[in-house]
């Protein structure tokens, strides 16, 4: 089983570079990683690009140690540990403060207390056998955004048992903070693609950065300072036969997947990666009363 975000950084990793002749081609330096476990990429072109690269891998692992459910020392891996997390970093209560807006602005279909339901998913798909509906029931009761209390001091969980997951958001986060690290650092024109892709400035060859949304779409987009991020619900499934999404709706405890593909163009990544994660679950009518400024595409 692959994750949704390795899925998508093949559909954006392969249409990530825009066509550039070969003058433009030789002036790109560039960078190929992981970042939460999806396949990333940073495009500049600046003369002290290996600095500026080094700098801002420093950052991805920086916050890789906050938001990570992979690393055991992470402070997310320690606050679903514990239940609670003391002094948290500014990065965490800024994540969870969007989280929150999100949360409100779709009505509950992103949320990221949700991780105890997808870890029963995976558990007894793994075992051969479909939840039922009384686990369902139970682990409905260890979620909801309602009993996450945050602040600088403090994040906590109102209930036992409750865990977070921040991959439905995190890795446009980290495009948006290592976008403004290398902006600060005097890059204008750079493309950072965490799984979700943000587009400052313009390519090298003058014009904006072109991305392909993707195999279930048609869509061809460019980006100048915009980002831009897609969930697929089948782009990954706990069941080997592909059929049972890994998207699940919050509200009802079962996958909910209304649209087989959507990509949100947003102003920041995280945005943009929050909002396609609750579009995957939201009725047209639901997605046009809540997308904003934003741009949707099914």
Same mark, same amino acid.
């Given at each position: 089983?692959?994750? %949704?975000?390795?899925?998508?950084?093949? &559909? =954006?990793?392969? +249409?990530?570079?825009?066509?550039l002749?070969? /003058?433009?081609? @030789?002036?790109?330096?560039?960078?190929?990683?992981?970042?939460?476990?999806a396949?990333?990429?940073?495009i500049?072109?600046?003369?002290?690009?290996?600095?500026?690269?080094?700098?801002?891998?420093?950052?991805i692992?920086?916050?890789?140690?906050?938001?990570?459910?992979?690393?055991?020392?992470?402070?997310?891996? %320690?606050l679903?540990?514990?239940?609670? &997390? =003391?002094d948290? +970093?500014?990065?965490?209560?800024?994540?969870? /403060?969007?989280? @929150?807006?999100?949360?409100r602005?779709?009505?509950?279909?992103?949320?990221?207390?949700?991780?105890?339901?997808?870890?029963l998913y995976?558990?007894?798909?793994?075992a051969?056998?479909?939840?039922?509906?009384?686990?369902?029931?139970?682990?409905l009761?260890?979620?909801?955004?309602?009993?996450?209390?945050?602040?600088?001091?403090e994040i906590?969980?109102?209930r036992a048992?409750m +865990?977070?997951?921040?991959?439905?958001?995190?890795?446009?986060?980290?495009?948006?903070?290592?976008?403004?690290?290398?902006?600060?650092?005097?890059?204008?024109?750079?493309?950072?693609?965490?799984?979700?892709?943000?587009?400052?400035?313009h390519?090298?060859?003058?014009?904006?950065w072109?991305?392909?949304?993707?195999?279930?779409?048609?869509?061809?987009i460019?980006?100048n300072?915009?980002?831009?991020a897609?969930?697929?619900?089948?782009?990954?499934?706990?069941?080997?036969?592909?059929?049972?999404?890994?998207?699940?709706?919050?509200?009802?405890?079962?996958p909910?997947?209304?649209?087989?593909?959507v990509s949100?163009?947003?102003?920041?990544?995280?945005?943009?990666?929050?909002?396609?994660?609750?579009?995957?679950?939201?009725?047209?009518?639901?997605?046009?009363?809540?997308?904003?400024?934003?741009?949707v595409y099914?």
């Amino acid at each position: 089983m692959t994750t %949704r975000r390795r899925f998508l950084s093949i &559909l =954006a990793g392969g +249409a990530i570079l825009p066509a550039l002749g070969t /003058s433009a081609r @030789a002036a790109v330096s560039s960078w190929k990683g992981v970042v939460l476990g999806a396949n990333a990429q940073i495009i500049l072109d600046h003369p002290q690009a290996d600095r500026l690269i080094a700098t801002a891998v420093a950052e991805i692992n920086r916050l890789e140690n906050i938001f990570s459910l992979h690393r055991s020392d992470s402070q997310l891996s %320690r606050l679903n540990s514990a239940g609670k &997390l =003391a002094d948290p +970093a500014f990065e965490m209560i800024e994540l969870l /403060s969007l989280s @929150a807006r999100i949360n409100r602005r779709t009505n509950g279909a992103f949320d990221p207390s949700i991780q105890p339901l997808w870890e029963l998913y995976a558990e007894q798909v793994s075992a051969g056998k479909n939840p039922t509906q009384a686990q369902i029931t139970d682990r409905l009761t260890r979620t909801g955004w309602q009993h996450i209390r945050f602040g600088t001091d403090e994040i906590r969980f109102a209930r036992a048992g409750m +865990a977070l997951t921040l991959n439905g958001i995190a890795q446009g986060f980290i495009a948006d903070k290592v976008t403004a690290l290398l902006r600060r650092n005097g890059v204008e024109n750079v493309m950072v693609n965490t799984g979700e892709i943000m587009g400052a400035g313009h390519a090298p060859d003058g014009q904006d950065w072109q991305i392909h949304l993707g195999s279930r779409t048609a869509h061809s987009i460019t980006l100048n300072n915009r980002a831009v991020a897609t969930s697929a619900p089948l782009g990954t499934s706990f069941d080997q036969n592909g059929k049972l999404g890994h998207i699940l709706d919050p509200r009802t405890g079962h996958p909910g997947a209304k649209h087989a593909q959507v990509s949100v163009v947003a102003r920041t990544a995280a945005e943009a990666d929050g909002l396609s994660t609750a579009f995957c679950l939201m009725t047209q009518a639901e997605i046009d009363s809540a997308k904003g400024d934003t741009t949707v595409y099914l």
